[in-house]
């Protein structure tokens, strides 16, 4: 996509998503046709005004907000007769879906009747995003009568607008609706307009549907963050989840909306392990979906999963996802069946998972680290994380199911632990930390990131363990301290590079930006290493700041020191919704309770956060062995199985 110097900003917008839909609106709820308002459908722009007049006037906008992921809800007030004194006799109230689909209710408080003309404004540009994005979109195309209401036409496509009841009039040159309204004293009468691109029939999302691969847990406890979170998180997850166009049955889940309502290999695996406790249909699918585009035949790039380049900050060169991708597959598998993937799925999907790591080990060869493909063969922390929890999870994985490969991947894993405890440390007065990445020559990049969090996130093994960390445990230790202290911790959450570091930008995608991803993965690996202090410190920081994004987490917002009395600044083009922000809102709660199942063992073990920052707090509704499950943590640390599967063991 190529961006306009003029990009729309999303921080100050409503986004309804249920995807291939999208409905975005500004806090007055009449869509202009600027910046990125209006209706879309798989990417185009199939409405962009719709600007309602009631007798002659606009409303005055007094509320808006999000009523669900999918549905925004503005309510605006009129004064019919200027005798009647301040206050408004008619409310307009819209409530606006991502399916295109838009009510407008007039509610009458004046004791009289009244006679009200409305006039609805229509018009659209039929511009793809990326135009948008780009500042390209195109002037509005004219339009013609269309059975109850409007159409528009060009070399792309059509779209049309249908309305109930049908208008007395409908001007094609103005692009407008005309009704005459009768309002009994305390009546109502509504408007319905729907939104399609020609031939498009009623918009089916995938997260409404009751296949839909993701449990509805709920949280409940003393703090009422908590509850909020998790529910619009797994709401945002249902927006965002979208079908194979090819195997309908396979789930995955978009990026994010609005710039990102696509397949993100990375992305979609990184969250949906995230989402482990709401279910392994996600992780399946997204699993089956990616195993199809895997690389096959000869060349180096052989096992791979293809993935974009992304921007890596100011220090260091792009990096590929295809990379990160390939990493994560066997490990995704390898702990989805931890938590009840049948054997079935996973021996389908292990022959993808040998070739990936069949991939890492031929790309590694005789050599410790894990480089990248292009800038000279550059050594990343996060890449050597990733892949050293690759081999340990992948050689169980294989173990487990009975193929060979293990002890190699095992060896080469330890191989890995040594050098990176001796070539990744910079040691410096405080302690030291660790690099963030070795350039070609051998010598460290030194500036502190939150690439280092992903040295916490070890994976999950048999019997509630988890894998060993690249680091020992003095080294953990300083990388604790340095996560909880104040150049990494905003108060929000966790910043993507320190605050004294050259380059820090308090805005920068992964130079200074708060990104909830690694926010969560450092409250869960601070949480599982023993630094309960500094992972509480964040978790507490992370739900404060989703209170005042009204529990809806974009991917990124400034990483600006918190204030008392202050908030967080948004950044202005951060998705919101995006699927990995929403999925790690479930990550940062169900920390909590520490749940590390083994499925195919039938044992559950609990290791909960024993400060217990939020109080008491229980869950409901998730799932662990494919049945589902609850549990309740107390105000003194002590978790308690509520429900769970018949014969589903508690493991020490």
């Not at 199939?46 to 999000?66: D, H, K, N, T, Y």
């Not at 598998?333 to 996973?346: F, I, P």
């Not at 799932?623 to 063991?649: C, I, K, N, Y």
Request: charged share 20%.
């Amino acid at each position: 996509m190529r961006w306009s110097a003029d990009l729309p900003p999303t921080h100050s917008v409503l986004i309804c998503v249920a995807l291939p839909g999208l409905a975005i609106s500004t806090e007055d709820g009449q869509l202009t046709g600027r910046g990125l308002e209006g209706f879309y459908r798989a990417g185009r722009r199939v409405l962009s005004r719709c600007e309602i007049r009631v007798a002659g006037r606009e409303p005055l906008a007094v509320q808006a907000r999000m009523a669900a992921a999918d549905r925004a809800r503005f309510v605006g007030t009129l004064r019919t007769s200027p005798q009647a004194g301040p206050d408004p006799d008619v409310v307009v109230e819209r409530n606006r879906y991502a399916d295109g689909t838009e009510r407008i209710t007039l509610h009458s408080a004046a004791s009289r009747p009244l006679r009200v003309p409305v006039e609805i404004a229509l018009g659209t540009d039929l511009a793809d995003l990326g135009a948008i994005a780009s500042g390209t979109a195109g002037p509005e195309l004219p339009a013609s009568v269309h059975d109850s209401g409007l159409r528009w036409s060009c070399a792309t496509g059509n779209a049309s607008v249908t309305a109930e009841p049908p208008p007395a009039d409908a001007l094609a040159s103005a692009g407008l609706l005309r009704w005459e309204l009768d309002l009994p004293p305390g009546g109502s009468r509504s408007v319905e307009l729907r939104v399609r691109p020609d031939g498009a029939g009623p918009l089916r999302a995938v997260g409404r549907a009751a296949t839909s691969p993701l449990a509805a847990a709920r949280a409940e406890g003393d703090d009422p963050t908590a509850p909020a979170l998790l529910r619009t998180s797994i709401e945002d997850l249902q927006a965002l989840l979208l079908r194979d166009s090819d195997h309908p049955t396979d789930t995955y889940l978009a990026a994010g909306a609005p710039w990102r309502c696509g397949l993100a290999p990375a992305d979609a695996l990184v969250a949906a392990r995230m989402a482990l406790p709401l279910g392994t249909g996600l992780a399946a699918g997204t699993l089956r979906i990616l195993a199809r585009s895997q690389l096959t035949g000869p060349g180096a790039q052989s096992g791979m999963i293809p993935g974009q380049r992304r921007d890596a900050g100011p220090h260091l060169p792009p990096q590929c996802t295809g990379t990160e991708a390939t990493l994560l597959f066997p490990v995704l598998l390898a702990e989805a069946r931890r938590w009840g993937l049948s054997e079935q799925d996973t021996e389908a999907l292990l022959p993808t998972a040998e070739r990936c790591l069949t991939w890492l080990r031929t790309t590694t060869g005789d050599g410790p680290y894990l480089r990248d493909p292009h800038h000279g063969g550059l050594s990343r922390c996060e890449t050597q994380a990733h892949a050293h929890r690759a081999a340990l999870l992948g050689a169980d994985l294989l173990d487990a199911c009975g193929r060979t490969g293990g002890d190699d991947l095992r060896q080469w894993a330890q191989a890995l632990r040594t050098a990176f405890r001796k070539d990744f440390w910079v040691d410096d007065l405080r302690g030291g930390r660790p690099a963030v990445a070795r350039a070609p020559d051998g010598r460290p990049v030194p500036y502190l990131s939150s690439a280092t969090v992903h040295l916490l996130d070890t994976g999950l093994l048999g019997g509630g363990a988890m894998a060993p960390g690249l680091l020992d445990k003095t080294q953990t230790e300083h990388l604790a301290r340095l996560l909880g202290g104040p150049a990494m911790d905003s108060g929000w959450g966790l910043r993507g590079l320190g605050a004294k570091e050259p380059g820090f930008n308090p805005f920068g995608h992964r130079a200074g930006a708060v990104r909830v991803q690694e926010t969560a993965l450092a409250v869960a690996g601070l949480a599982a290493a023993g630094y309960e202090k500094e992972a509480s410190s964040l978790l507490r920081g992370a739900l404060t700041a989703a209170e005042a994004f009204d529990h809806r987490l974009p991917e990124m917002y400034a990483g600006e020191q918190r204030t008392e009395g202050g908030s967080p600044l948004p950044h202005p083009a951060a998705c919101r919704p995006a699927a990995i922000p929403a999925a790690a809102g479930v990550l940062l709660l169900t920390t909590l309770a520490g749940i590390r199942p083994d499925a195919p063992a039938g044992t559950v073990t609990l290791r909960p956060v024993r400060s217990a920052p939020l109080g008491e707090i229980g869950f409901t509704g998730l799932r662990v062995a494919g049945a589902p499950f609850s549990v309740r943590v107390g105000r003194l640390g002590l978790a308690m199985v509520e429900e769970a599967a018949d014969g589903l063991q508690l493991g020490v």
